[in-house]
């Protein structure tokens, strides 16, 4: 099939939220400005220089290689992500913070390797069944697969711990065996099983019982486990329609935890109200519209499936961040796509908006 533009359409998405993460991450970030300089241009250049700068070079060479070379080396890709997340645990290289061992730190420069999982699992599963073709239909080369490669994740993930990693890997699985034709049947007894994981996890976790209480009644502890919730629900109270205005924020000084990662939603509603809000996530939705007629275009079933699950993956973690701000679901802590802190995730998703817009170039005329 004949090279042709990419999506201009899509394009134009990406950097409209890219236009208003920037703007916002600058804003949230003067709550660090406050506290500590050196800090404040520490997280600036991570995210402008390295995750910004770096990723719209990677985006650029993605939309030059062709897909079909991710689908070559989709399996040492996975393999190679799931080494990277795993080394986390090796002394030396790994990095812990408030508990968790989710960084690999080389020098001063440190970061999350599991952006690498996430992108790595989904670029493989898309060729895995693009491979096996109808025969997803059969459940020892739809469901058993996924729930091998879901074992050995949640290995890795779940020790760490990174809980709300591997939901949103589980979550952006299941919708791609949906895309893929497997059986509803399989699909609805995926999801039970997972919901049974899921609630013996909560059991014995207590840091998972105490979200879950929090999200049920955020009032009580208002200092404690609700405090992020409770100042987060503030945010956006106080911005009211229209916002108090660019860089107004009231609660990124002090009261909101990560103004620039977790909680930077609360910042974006109380600057610009919900007027701001409402164009936020009117964009993610014409993202996940676009990106859909990407991959139902797309010339072949692994392209379609490797758009879909790219954009399904940043939309289901957007709206995840979304809708724990705004206290629609527990606190994940996940952040927000092209917008939260995080210099290695925003140059991950940018190349993979390059993957996304080098198979637009080949998108069929239905």
């Known amino acids: 099939m004949r090279e042709k533009k990419v999506d201009k359409f899509f394009l134009i998405i990406i950097f409209l939220l890219l236009s208003i993460g920037v703007a916002m991450f600058i804003s949230a970030s003067l ?20 995750g910004l700068g770096l990723g719209l070079v990677g985006m650029y060479f993605c939309t030059k290689i062709n897909y079909k070379f991710w689908r070559s080396y989709s399996f040492l890709i996975f393999l190679g992500s799931i080494l990277l997340t795993a080394a986390v645990f090796i002394p030396s290289l790994g ?9 690999i730190q080389i020098g001063a420069f440190s970061f999350q390797p599991v952006e690498f999982l996430k992108f790595g699992f989904v670029i493989y599963f898309a060729a895995w069944l693009s491979w096996v073709k109808n025969k997803v239909q059969d459940f020892r080369f739809g469901i058993l697969p ?35 034709g497997v059986p509803v049947k399989y699909i609805l007894g995926a999801i039970l099983g997972l919901a049974f994981l899921f609630g013996t996890l909560v059991y014995f976790k207590p840091y998972l019982q105490e979200r879950i209480k929090t999200f049920i009644n955020p009032a009580q502890d208002s200092q404690g486990a609700s405090y992020q919730i409770q100042q987060s629900l503030i945010a956006l109270g106080s911005g009211g329609v229209f916002g108090r205005g ?47 007629r990407i991959a139902n275009r797309s010339p072949d079933l692994f392209s379609g499936l490797l758009v879909s699950g790219i954009v399904i993956l940043i939309t289901v973690q957007s709206f995840m961040h979304i809708a724990s701000v705004t206290g629609v679901l527990p606190l994940t802590g996940v952040p927000l796509v092209f917008m939260s802190h995080g210099g290695t995730a925003l140059m991950i998703y940018l190349m993979a908006m390059g993957i996304v817009l080098n198979i637009s170039k080949f998108q069929k005329h239905l």
């Open 246 to 292: 660019f860089g107004q924020s009231v609660q990124k000084f002090s009261y909101l935890p990560e103004p620039q990662g977790d909680s930077i939603f609360a910042v974006l509603g109380e600057e610009l109200g919900f007027v701001g809000t409402f164009a936020a996530i009117f964009l993610y939705i014409l993202f996940i519209l676009r990106g859909f």
């Open 95 to 103: 990095w812990s913070h408030g508990g968790a061992e989710r960084w």
């Open 31 to 50: 709550g660090i400005l406050v506290k500590n300089e050196k800090t404040f241009y520490s997280v600036l250049f991570s995210q402008l220089i390295l």
């Open 146 to 180: 996924f729930g091998i490669m879901l074992g050995v994740i949640a290995f890795i993930l779940l020790k760490q711990p990174d809980t709300k990693s591997f939901i949103l890997i589980t979550a952006t699985g299941v919708a791609m065996l949906f895309v893929s």
